[in-house]
């Protein structure tokens, strides 16, 4: 069962433009909303979190919008560039689970020079 | 150079073979995990451990072992009983005292099976 659904599954953008990827979740019990960016072979490194109790969160060109009323989430990245170019994956934990992270099934970006 | 080891790189198995997968991490974390990665269906929880000596079965445990002997190391053994091996490991790791429960990657072992 998938608690967490990712779309879409590929983006291609031209350099300069807004990556949006989208993220929608059902356990209202989920607390914490990372965002992972991987690039091919390599593990994933946590770009950006945001937890329920804001709306957005940016740093630099990426920014978090969350809705939790809607139970969904997004990444945008501004300005994209082709250094950008990689996987993103979107997760959620829930509080009493451990800290397990349930991911999403990624989106693979390609940013075109 | 802190971080979280993983080896070997890639790894060939024959069919009914076991195969253990080495995670090692120097950053002093509790928690560490492994995940399964497959195209287009994200990562999927394998094993966790937050003590020593204690570990808990994930979303696909099934055909997979662990032992957590050590805090920084947490292997990870596939069996001849896992159904479909040949996949990208990820092993990861985690501070339990860091609030906003970041996990940190290591690089990945690439298995397949032959």
């Known amino acids: 069962q998938q608690q967490v659904k990712q779309s879409p599954q590929s983006l291609i953008v031209q350099k300069g433009g807004i990556s949006i990827i989208n993220c929608a979740y059902e356990?209202?019990?989920?607390?914490?909303f990372p965002w992972y960016q991987q690039f091919p072979g390599k593990g994933p490194a946590l770009l950006i979190a945001i937890r329920p109790d804001v709306s957005e969160k940016k740093e630099g060109r990426f920014t978090i919008s969350f809705n939790k009323s809607a139970k969904q989430f997004s990444l945008h990245i501004m300005d994209s560039q082709p250094g950008d170019s990689a996987t993103y994956f979107c997760a959620a934990k829930e509080e009493t689970s451990g800290s397990r992270l349930t991911f999403g099934e990624g989106t693979q970006l390609t940013v075109n020079p | 150079d802190g971080g979280i080891t993983q080896s070997p790189k890639y790894l060939f198995r024959k069919e009914g073979q076991n195969v253990t997968l080495s995670c090692e991490q120097n950053l002093n974390h509790d928690a560490m995990y492994w995940y399964r990665q497959d195209p287009g269906q994200g990562l999927r929880l394998i094993y966790y451990s937050q003590i020593v000596n204690d570990f808990q079965k994930g979303d696909i445990a099934e055909g997979y072992s662990v032992s957590r002997e050590k805090k920084e190391s947490f292997p990870l053994t596939v069996t001849s009983a896992q159904k479909n091996p040949t996949a990208f490991y990820l092993c990861?790791?985690?501070?339990?005292?860091?609030?906003?429960?970041?996990?940190?990657f290591g690089p990945g072992t690439r298995l397949t099976v032959l």
């Open positions: 990861a790791s985690r501070s339990r005292d860091y609030a906003t429960t970041r996990q940190f």
């Open positions: 356990n209202t019990a989920f607390d914490y």
